[in-house]
């Protein structure tokens, strides 16, 4: 506690200031929103490895009304331009793709695969990956698009 003299005191007699000044901690507090502002928005950008939930950037192709609602338990595979594979925000290879499908199979065999595919992807490798899911037992298959006009 600071001890010092409060207005209208005797000269002699000291007090405790009852006052405390809050701008300096507002001011601190601003600065750290913005900076966490402005990080979080380049680390979405950046986002290498970045999934559909990061904020990655896939081309998708238009579509009809989207009727699918995805569930906690679904899985959002997304194939980049370059076909790499991007799940639960992270890239993966052939291997642990299929391994991520068996093991969401053994935990909920209703698991919906969402294929999201770039427009530049070629078709084939869409078909690579559903028939991934249906070998690992996962028939319910989807594909994300983005709403037409």
Known sequence: MAMGKTPGDNEGE????AEINITPLTDI???LLIIFMV???VIVQQGPGGGAKAGLKVNLPKGG???VTARSTDLAVAVLADGRF???GNVVSEDELRKSFDDARAKDPDTVVI???DEGVPHGTVVLVMEMAKKAG???LAIGVREGE
């Open 14 to 17: 000291e007090g405790v200031f």
């Open 29 to 31: 507090f601003l600065v």
């Open 39 to 41: 990080t979080s928005s």
């Open 65 to 67: 009304a989207a009727d």
């Open 86 to 88: 991007v799940l639960a």
């Open 115 to 117: 294929v999201q595919a």
């Open 138 to 140: 996962l028939g319910q």
